[in-house]
């Protein structure tokens, strides 16, 4: 009986053991995953004010952009700011590097008119910015369109279907129903306000299902509905951007004026509204979450520069600095690192000395990466003023490489059998003919290891390099000029606020080189276990 | 025949000079450090760095202790320790008592690539996943010491694993065989004789982990909250000495900049003697078992 | 025997690691254009004895060497330059220890690394003309000729042996060392270096080390028996196998010890 207690506990004991070994690998599967997912996919919760029903033709008008702008729709307040000189370029819209040029059918013409009440509303006066560049007509407005990259205009959809030529330009969607209620609702009311609404709360609310502003988080008022004037053109874009059932009305005013006035008035209203209307009118818009997906890690990531700190564009000059930076690292620290493996195997007296100072190098080969950073800093950086740069980062990496490299080195030549050696001097090869010719050939694969996990171990590296190399991210156009790496523009991204996503994305980048190394060795590796 | 000679010696002393140059560097920095770190205590004594807990190295009467720092260190790797010297030493005696050829094959697969990952990497994956887990779970900002104790395991696994896999490999076969001919069960086995025999690689292994641990920059950088405050509490901010040097470094000046090399004066110590102790650890390992020295 | 024919003249050689003595005074004349075999049981000196005579024991740390060994009547300890020495003198190995490179590479290794560089097509053509007779020379060309340049590590064992030789060959030597060429390979292979080594004998000076009584028996002229580092006996091969004179050496010979 006890032995089969002790049985039970035992395969028990085991099963633990290798429950805890199948979770050193579900914990890589989440890193990687986690990362790799992240890395190409993004999904955020977006707040903003517009709600996520994009019209092609709203008021019978389309905005209109070259081909060369990345764009697939827009929220009215961008479209808003485009023309009242919010922007001057694209870079915060589209992240495309173009300057701004708004067109805008003058509001004298018919066509212009819809335009301002698009932009403007129905009873403000425009506020045209001053980049705004107007055009008696929509042809004059497409052939602006053609002939300047960057340029957008705001164009009726029937002129556009009547012209021929219309490849090169693209309609982008526009965003611009939101919900407005009652000032009273979204004020702060014993430190309670309504919450940013999802789309779950919206159903709910719109659907008639919240009775209570309470329910939401705000203040003790009743939800009074309103439903659109039926024939403005409120009503017709909520009818066409189909948004959630239609709204439970408990008001139905039989204006727009009386639709405003009703929701400005009444406490515990809400009800849609065009932005514009909204802005015009001063009404209070909702908060609203939504989640927005899309690829992240894109061939455009890859290739692009990148601009306003990584913020905007691509990784291309980073990834080329990484590059550079590896093979400046490569060069200074290979030579050094095998010629002194071989002096240690090759040449010097295996005596006390060598052991003792071996014993030390590889008892300081735990310094941390830190220290190297801060010898780095002050040492290349500040007193030798190579500055922030290329060089002090690299000779940094350098010196917290070169342990690697001769002990791998060292390793990989003490393998090649004496034999070999003794063949070429009985020739009458000399010694250094020997080295060169016989031994590190024929070491070679283990030496190229070494020289691979170093330079794996340089790509990762951030603490030394974030006060060596600097942190421009712009290509490194010389040995003192200083450069971004993969490493530090993931941690900077992060650290500087910029974008996670970005972040994420980086690191897939540098999660695949560092794979694309470790493979590299495995397979030296392997080569070398075949061929002794 | 003189040239060549004068060639070969020529090639000789140039490949001297790299040795030379190779471990002279780690001697220069050491020594640099220490001579850009101890003028400190000119200033301030050592007692009221080392043990000092205001950190005010700006202010008009500075003040230098890193005390919390050193403690936010202690309490950061031993906490990554405990979560990471049960999982590491149970993989370690799968690997080489237990698994079979496949399984084996993949899991130092997965324990090479995870040694391989940059820190950033871990820092980033460490605020994405399991600052929000310790967040959810524990409460508080999610940038604490339990956050950086986690990632701190993940990415002291490798070592722990590793070393242990090679010691207990290392124990000669007589010793499990007399084991096992003993009626002993393969677990009473393991328990009783291979981890003993394999005990001072196992702490060899744990040594180095703790080394790794201790001077990890980024990844406890980013998860960890980095407030210059004593660590208080699991779910409390928390600040080591290797935070303390990158966090500083970029504006540091005088005294201050003098403050971060003492600081790194103690981390150095601390890994020194970390690094010794492996040393010897793994010396005793070699003459005791006689097994062959793996790592 | 007379020394003026003598390739080799080694007088009171005493040799020592470290504090062990490996040779004790040992005396010996090396006749040129012969094979001359030394044989004895394992750590009697014999390989040792082999290896001073193109020095190769320099390499070894805490070598001392007393005594002379003159090599055409020139000592090879004193000025004469060990590169040039080892040139002329050739070695093989016990086991063969090609390069990992080409045959060919192998082959043109020794030439190589003593100037011959293929930059011009005559030097090229040169080149390969050198490789392609030490080949035959080594009777191994037929076998290898169609790979010349694939891995000489893809070779068998007794292929590889005779690489190793065609190699010394390449560098146009007149004494080969042979340090148990054949303890390595299989019988076959074994036949095809004994045959080779009598064809060889016509141009070089050869010393072959052999723990195989027959081998030396069969391809030797002269045999010389060391034990503990001692030369017990040195006589024309025919002697030391059916009339030796001294009782160790017939002890070893009819196998009572070894």
Sequence with gaps: MRRRGSVARERAAFGVIRGLSLLTIAILALIMGFILYKGFRFSNEVRGTVLPYAERSPDGLALVVGGGIDLDSLDFPVLYGMYTDEYINWAKISADDFDLLPIAIDPAKPDGSATAKLLFGESADPQWGGLVKTVPDAAAALALLRSTPGAAAILPVDALRASTDTKELRVVPIRRLMLAANEDVVALVDN?????????ALARLMGGAVKNWKELGGPDLTVKILSPPAGSTLAAAVASGRPLSAAKASIAPPSMAAYETALSGTSGAVGYSLAADAQAAGLAPLTLKTVESGWNLTWKYLVEAPRLSGKVGGISTIILNTLLMLALTILIAAPIGVAAAVYLIEYAKQGPLIRVLRLGTETLAGIPSIIFGLFGFLFFVNILHFGFGLLSGCLTLTLMILPTIVRTSEEALKAVPRSLREGSLALGATKLQTVLRVTIPAAAPGILTGLILGVGRAVGETAALLFTMGSDYKLAKGLFSSARVLSSHVYLLFAEGISFDRAFSTATVLILVVLVFN???RRLVGRMGGVK | MKRRILFEKGAEALLFACALVSILTVVFITVFLFQRGL??????????????????????TPHYGILSFILGSVYVTGLSLVFAVPVGLSVGIYLAELADKQASRGIRAAVEILAGIPSVIYGLFGIAIISSVTRTLFGGSGYSLLSASIVLAIMTLPTIINVTEVSLRAVPRELKEGSLALGATHWQTIVRVLVPAARSGIIAGVVLGMGRAIGETMAVLMVGGNAPIMPSGLTGKVRTLTMNIITDMSYAKGDHLTSLFATGIVLFVFILALNLTVQLALKRSISGTEGSAGA | MESTGAKFDVTKLDLWYGQTQALNQVSMKIEANSITALIGPSGCGKSTFLRVLD????????????????YDGADIFGSADVIDLRKRIGMVFQKPNPFPMSVFDNVAYGPRVHGLHARTAAEKRHLSELVEKSLVNAALFDEVKDRLHKSALGLSGGQQQRLCIARVLAVEPDVLLMDEPTSALDPISTAKIEALLDELKVRYTIVIVTHNMQ????????????????????????????????????NYISGRFG
């Design chain 1, 192 to 200: 309670r306000s309504i919450e940013d609404l999802d789309d779950a």
């Design chain 1, 519 to 521: 493979f590299a060795a």
């Design chain 2, 39 to 60: 003028p400190l205590f000119a200033k301030t004594s050592m007692a009221a760095f080392l043990f000092g807990t205001n950190w005010e190295p700006t202010a008009a």
């Design chain 3, 55 to 70: 020095r190769m024991n320099d390499l070894i740390d805490g070598v001392r060497v007393e005594g002379t060994v003159l």
């Design chain 3, 215 to 250: 081998q030396a028996g069969r391809v030797s002229d002269s045999t010389g028996f060391f034990l503990h580092g001692e030369l017990v006996e040195y006589a024309p091969t025919k002697e030391i196998f059916f009339n030796p004179r001294d009782k160790r050496t017939e």
